[in-house]
C-alpha cells in the first residue's frame, strides 16, 4: 500500500472511529439516564453520527485489513501501528478518567462529588461512567486483539517497535505519577493526624478518598505498563534493550525524583538552621517529608533498574555507559545544589560586611546552607566513581574519559560558569562606570551577589577545565600508543587524493604516526602485498577486495593479500562506474574520511565500528521537547523553596 494511501485510510478511519465511539456514548447516556432529560437535538445529533460515521469507519477500516491481509509489510507497517497504538490510547485515557470517577462516586470523594457532570445522583452517576467503560473497553480489546495478531505475523522492529515504546511507557509514565502523588498525599494526610500545627501552618487540603482513589486506579496502571515493558527488555530483542526511549524515561525518572528530594531535603535543613540561627520556623515538615520520602522512593527504585539493566547488557562497554550516565545525572543535580549554596552563603557574606548579619541575611544563609549540606554527598559521592573510573588506565578509563556524558557534564558546568562571570563581570562593570559617570557609589550590598556568584564561577571554570585538560592529556597519550600498535596501512587506486586526504585526517588526530599511502600502481603489487600481510589494519577502497576492480588497477596478488591478511580490514563504499552500494548512505570524499577515522578510533578502542549519522529532525524535536519538560519539572520542583526563599 502506498504511503499517501495508507495515511488516507487510517487517518479516515480514526476520525470516524472516535466520533462514532462518543456518539454511541453520548447516545446511551441520554436513553438510560433520565436525569438528563435531553432535548430531542441531543438524542438526534449522535444518531445522525453513527449513522453516516458507522459505514464510513467500516468501509475504510476494512479497506485496510483486506490489504494488510494481502502482505506481510502492510501488516507491519508504522503507520498501522501507530493507528492501532494511538487509537488504544485514545481509549484507554478516557476509560482512565472514567474509572477514577466511577471508583469516586462509589466511594463519596469529595472532589469527585464536586465535579459530577449534570447534577447527578450516586446512582446516575455510576451508570453514566459504566456506559463508557464498557464502550471503550470492548473497543480497546479489540484493537488490542488486532494488534496482538499483527505482532504474531510480524515482530516489532523499527518504526513500528517505536510506537510500541511510546504508548507502554507513556502509560507507565501517568500511572507512576498518579500513584507517586497519591502516597505523597496519602502520607502528608496521616502525619497531620497526629501532633497541632506546631509551625505556623493551616494545614493541607488533602482529601484522603480522592488520593485512595488515585492509587486503586495509578497503581494498577502503572504495574500493569511497567511490567509490559520489563517483559520486552527481557525478551529476544536486542532493540529493546538498546532503546534510547527507555533510557529516556528511566533517568528522566531519577532526575526527577533526584531533585525532589535534594530540593525539599535543602527545605528541612534550612527549617533547622533558621531555630539555630534565632529565626522563627516557617512551613511544616509535615509538608515537606512525604515528597522527600516519595521522591526518594522513586529515585531509589529507577537507580536499582538501571543497575539491573546494565547488569543484564551483557559486554562491559554497555554496561559502563549506563552506569556512567546514572552517575552524571546524579552528580549534576547534586553540584547545581552545591554551588548555589556556596554562591549563596559567599554573597551574604559579602553583604554582611556592608548591612549587618540581620534577620534577613540569616533566613538566606539558613536555605544556602542547608543547599550545600543536601547537595555536597549527592555531588561527591558520583564524582568521586566517575572521576576514579576516568583515571583508570587501560581501555575502562579510555571509554571513561571519551563518552559523550562526560564531556556533555563537563562543558554543561563549564558554559555556565563562564556566563555567570560574563553576567556579573558586566554588571559590576556598569556600577563602576554609572558611579564615574556622577551615580551614586556601589555598595557591598548592591556588589555582593556579583562577586560571589564571579568567585565561585571562577573556580568551578578552573577546576573543570584542569580535568578537561587532563582528559585529554591521557586520551592523547592512550590514542598514540593504540594507533601505534594497530600498524595501520592505507591502500588507495587511482589518482590517490582520498588516500592522501585520510593519511592527513590521521595523523591530525594522531601526530607522529608516519603513515604513507600505497598507491597502487605506483609500487609493486609484491611489495604491497609484503607490507598488507603485515600490517595490523587495512584500509581503503572496497575494490582492492575484488580482482580487477578499479578498472583492472587492483591484481590477483593485491587482492589475495588483503583477503589472506590477518589485519583487520575497513573498507569504504567509494562510488565506481556501473557499481551501487545498497543500505549504505552516498556519502562524499570528506564524509568518507571522517567516517574512516572514526573507524579507525573504533577499532583502536576495541569497539564495533558504528556509522555516525546526524540527527534528524525527529529526534531534535524529541530532545527538544524532553529537555523543556525536564526544565518544567525542575522548575516545579524548585519553585516554593526559591519562593520561600526571596519571600514570593
Given at each position: 500500500?502506498?504511503?499517501?494511501?495508507?495515511?488516507?485510510?487510517?487517518?479516515?478511519?480514526?476520525?470516524?472511529?472516535?466520533?462514532?465511539?462518543?456518539?454511541?456514548?453520548?447516545?446511551?447516556?441520554?436513553?438510560?439516564?433520565?436525569?438528563?432529560?435531553?432535548?430531542?437535538?441531543?438524542?438526534?445529533?449522535?444518531?445522525a453520527?453513527?449513522?453516516?460515521?458507522?459505514?464510513?469507519?467500516?468501509?475504510?477500516?476494512?479497506?485496510?485489513?483486506?490489504?494488510?491481509?494481502?502482505?506481510?509489510?502492510?501488516?507491519?507497517?508504522?503507520?498501522?501501528?501507530?493507528?492501532?497504538?494511538?487509537?488504544?490510547?485514545?481509549?484507554?485515557?478516557?476509560?482512565?478518567?472514567?474509572?477514577f470517577?466511577?471508583?469516586?462516586?462509589l466511594l463519596?470523594?469529595?472532589?469527585?462529588?464536586?465535579?459530577?457532570?449534570?447534577?447527578?445522583?450516586?446512582?446516575?452517576?455510576?451508570?453514566?461512567?459504566?456506559?463508557?467503560?464498557?464502550i471503550?473497553?470492548?473497543?480497546?480489546?479489540?484493537?488490542?486483539?488486532?494488534?496482538?495478531?499483527?505482532?504474531?505475523?510480524i515482530?516489532?522492529?523499527?518504526?513500528?517497535?517505536?510506537?510500541r515504546?511510546?504508548?507502554?511507557?507513556?502509560?507507565?509514565?501517568?500511572?507512576?505519577?498518579?500513584?507517586?502523588?497519591?502516597?505523597?498525599?496519602?502520607?502528608?494526610?496521616?502525619?497531620?493526624?497526629?501532633?497541632?500545627d506546631?509551625?505556623?501552618?493551616?494545614?493541607?487540603?488533602?482529601?484522603?478518598?480522592?488520593?485512595?482513589?488515585?492509587?486503586?486506579?495509578?497503581?494498577?496502571?502503572?504495574?500493569?505498563?511497567?511490567?509490559?515493558?520489563?517483559?520486552?527488555?527481557?525478551?529476544?530483542?536486542?532493540?529493546?534493550?538498546?532503546?534510547?526511549?527507555?533510557?529516556?524515561?528511566?533517568?528522566?525518572?531519577?532526575?526527577?525524583?533526584?531533585?525532589?528530594?535534594?530540593?525539599n531535603?535543602?527545605?528541612?535543613?534550612?527549617?533547622?538552621?533558621?531555630?539555630?540561627?534565632?529565626?522563627?520556623?516557617?512551613?511544616?515538615?509535615?509538608?515537606?517529608?512525604?515528597?522527600?520520602?516519595?521522591?526518594?522512593?522513586?529515585?531509589?527504585?529507577?537507580?536499582?533498574?538501571?543497575?539491573?539493566?546494565?547488569?543484564?547488557?551483557?559486554?562491559?562497554?554497555?554496561?559502563?555507559?549506563v552506569?556512567?550516565?546514572?552517575?552524571?545525572?546524579?552528580?549534576?543535580?547534586?553540584?547545581?545544589?552545591?554551588?548555589?549554596?556556596?554562591?549563596?552563603?559567599?554573597?551574604?557574606?559579602?553583604?554582611?560586611?556592608?548591612?549587618?548579619?540581620?534577620?534577613?541575611?540569616?533566613?538566606?544563609?539558613?536555605?544556602?546552607?542547608?543547599a550545600?549540606?543536601?547537595?555536597?554527598?549527592?555531588?561527591?559521592?558520583?564524582?568521586?566513581?566517575?572521576?576514579?573510573?576516568?583515571?583508570?588506565?587501560?581501555?575502562?578509563?579510555?571509554?571513561?574519559?571519551?563518552?559523550?556524558?562526560?564531556?556533555?557534564?563537563?562543558?554543561?558546568?563549564?558554559?555556565?560558569?563562564?556566563?555567570?562571570?560574563?553576567?556579573?563581570?558586566?554588571?559590576?562593570?556598569?556600577?563602576?562606570?554609572?558611579?564615574?559617570?556622577?551615580?551614586?557609589?556601589?555598595?557591598?550590598?548592591?556588589?555582593?551577589?556579583?562577586?560571589?556568584?564571579?568567585?565561585?564561577?571562577?573556580?568551578?571554570w578552573?577546576?573543570?577545565?584542569?580535568?578537561?585538560?587532563?582528559?585529554?592529556?591521557?586520551?592523547?597519550?592512550?590514542?598514540?600508543?593504540?594507533?601505534?600498535?594497530?600498524?595501520i596501512?592505507?591502500?588507495?587506486?587511482?589518482?590517490?587524493?582520498?588516500?592522501?586526504?585520510?593519511?592527513?585526517?590521521?595523523?591530525?588526530?594522531?601526530?607522529?604516526?608516519?603513515?604513507?599511502?600505497?598507491?597502487?600502481?605506483?609500487?609493486?603489487?609484491?611489495?604491497?602485498?609484503?607490507?598488507?600481510?603485515?600490517?595490523?589494519?587495512?584500509?581503503?577502497?572496497?575494490?582492492?577486495?575484488?580482482?580487477?576492480?578499479?578498472?583492472?588497477?587492483?591484481?590477483?596478488?593485491?587482492?589475495?593479500?588483503?583477503?589472506?591478511?590477518?589485519?583487520?580490514?575497513?573498507?569504504?563504499?567509494?562510488?565506481a562506474?556501473?557499481?551501487?552500494?545498497?543500505?549504505?548512505?552516498?556519502?562524499?570524499?570528506?564524509?568518507?574520511?571522517?567516517?574512516?577515522?572514526?573507524?579507525?578510533?573504533?577499532?583502536?578502542?576495541?569497539?564495533?565500528?558504528?556509522?555516525?549519522?546526524?540527527?534528524?529532525a525527529?529526534?531534535?524535536?524529541?530532545?527538544?521537547?524532553?529537555?523543556?519538560?525536564?526544565?518544567?519539572?525542575?522548575?516545579?520542583?524548585?519553585?516554593?523553596?526559591?519562593?520561600?526563599?526571596?519571600?514570593g
Open positions: 500500500m502506498s504511503t499517501v494511501r495508507r495515511w488516507y485510510i487510517y487517518l479516515v478511519s480514526a476520525i470516524s472511529l472516535q466520533a462514532t465511539t462518543w456518539a454511541v456514548i453520548a447516545l446511551l447516556r441520554n436513553l438510560f439516564i433520565s436525569r438528563l432529560n435531553p432535548p430531542p437535538a441531543a438524542i438526534a445529533f449522535p444518531i453520527v453513527i449513522i453516516i460515521g458507522l459505514p464510513v469507519f467500516l468501509a475504510h477500516w476494512l479497506w485496510g485489513q483486506r490489504l494488510a491481509g494481502r502482505t506481510a509489510d502492510e501488516r507491519g507497517a508504522t503507520l498501522r501501528r501507530f493507528y492501532l497504538y494511538g487509537t488504544m490510547a485514545a481509549f484507554l485515557a478516557p476509560f482512565a478518567a472514567n474509572a470517577d466511577l471508583i469516586g462516586a463519596q470523594a469529595k472532589s469527585v462529588l464536586d465535579r459530577r457532570p449534570y447534577g447527578l445522583t450516586t446512582g446516575d452517576a455510576i451508570v453514566y461512567h459504566l456506559l463508557a467503560l464498557f471503550l473497553g470492548v473497543l480497546w480489546f479489540y484493537h488490542h486483539r488486532v494488534a496482538a495478531e499483527d505482532a504474531k505475523t515482530p516489532k522492529a523499527g518504526g513500528a517497535a517505536t510506537v515504546r511510546l504508548y507502554v511507557l507513556g502509560f507507565s509514565t501517568s500511572g507512576l505519577a498518579m500513584t507517586v502523588a497519591a502516597i505523597i498525599l496519602l502520607l502528608r494526610w496521616i502525619l497531620f493526624q497526629f501532633g497541632g506546631v509551625i505556623r501552618y493551616n494545614g493541607p487540603d488533602v482529601g484522603l478518598t480522592t488520593e485512595i482513589v488515585r492509587l486503586i486506579v495509578g497503581a494498577p496502571l502503572w504495574l500493569t505498563f511497567w511490567r509490559w515493558a520489563q517483559r520486552l527488555f527481557d525478551g529476544p530483542s536486542e532493540e529493546e534493550r538498546e532503546s534510547a526511549l527507555r533510557k529516556f524515561y528511566l533517568y528522566g525518572t531519577v532526575f526527577i525524583g533526584a531533585l525532589g528530594a535534594v530540593s531535603g535543602t527545605g528541612i535543613l534550612a527549617g533547622f538552621l533558621r531555630r539555630l540561627l534565632g529565626l522563627s520556623p516557617e512551613g511544616d515538615i509535615r509538608m515537606v517529608l512525604p515528597v522527600i520520602v516519595g521522591m526518594g522512593v522513586l529515585w531509589a527504585y529507577h537507580a536499582f533498574v538501571i543497575r539491573d539493566d546494565a547488569a543484564k547488557a551483557g559486554e562491559a562497554a554497555r554496561q559502563a555507559g552506569r556512567r550516565l546514572y552517575l552524571y545525572l546524579v552528580a549534576g543535580i547534586g553540584l547545581s545544589a552545591l554551588l548555589a549554596g556556596l554562591s549563596g552563603d559567599a554573597s551574604v557574606l559579602i553583604r554582611a560586611l556592608d548591612e549587618g548579619f540581620g534577620s534577613g541575611l540569616r533566613d538566606e544563609l539558613a536555605w544556602f546552607t542547608a550545600i549540606i543536601a547537595g555536597l554527598p549527592v555531588w561527591i559521592l558520583p564524582w568521586r566513581q566517575a572521576q576514579t573510573r576516568a583515571i583508570a588506565p587501560g581501555p575502562a578509563g579510555d571509554g571513561a574519559r571519551a563518552s559523550t556524558v562526560r564531556k556533555i557534564y563537563l562543558y554543561f558546568f563549564l558554559f555556565i560558569a563562564t556566563m555567570t562571570v560574563l553576567s556579573s563581570a558586566v554588571f559590576i562593570l556598569f556600577e563602576v562606570l554609572s558611579w564615574l559617570l556622577g551615580a551614586d557609589p556601589p555598595t557591598l550590598s548592591n556588589l555582593g551577589h556579583s562577586i560571589a556568584f564571579s568567585v565561585i564561577a571562577v573556580g568551578v578552573v577546576y573543570h577545565g584542569f580535568i578537561l585538560r587532563g582528559d585529554h592529556k591521557l586520551s592523547e597519550q592512550a590514542q598514540v600508543t593504540r594507533m601505534e600498535d594497530l600498524d596501512a592505507v591502500v588507495d587506486v587511482g589518482d590517490g587524493r582520498f588516500g592522501r586526504a585520510l593519511v592527513e585526517a590521521l595523523e591530525r588526530e594522531s601526530p607522529g604516526l608516519g603513515l604513507e599511502p600505497l598507491l597502487l600502481g605506483q609500487s609493486s603489487d609484491e611489495e604491497i602485498a609484503t607490507r598488507l600481510i603485515l600490517a595490523g589494519l587495512i584500509i581503503g577502497p572496497w575494490m582492492i577486495a575484488v580482482p580487477g576492480g578499479a578498472r583492472g588497477a587492483v591484481s590477483l596478488v593485491v587482492s589475495q593479500a588483503v583477503m589472506n591478511s590477518p589485519a583487520r580490514k575497513l573498507l569504504l563504499p567509494t562510488r562506474p556501473e557499481w551501487d552500494w545498497a543500505g549504505v548512505e552516498r556519502w562524499d570524499a570528506d564524509a568518507l574520511v571522517r567516517q574512516a577515522v572514526r573507524a579507525v578510533r573504533q577499532t583502536a578502542a576495541g569497539e564495533d565500528v558504528r556509522l555516525a549519522r546526524p540527527l534528524g525527529g529526534a531534535v524535536v524529541a530532545i527538544i521537547a524532553g529537555a523543556l519538560f525536564l526544565l518544567l519539572v525542575a522548575l516545579t520542583l524548585i519553585g516554593p523553596a526559591i519562593g520561600s526563599l526571596f519571600g
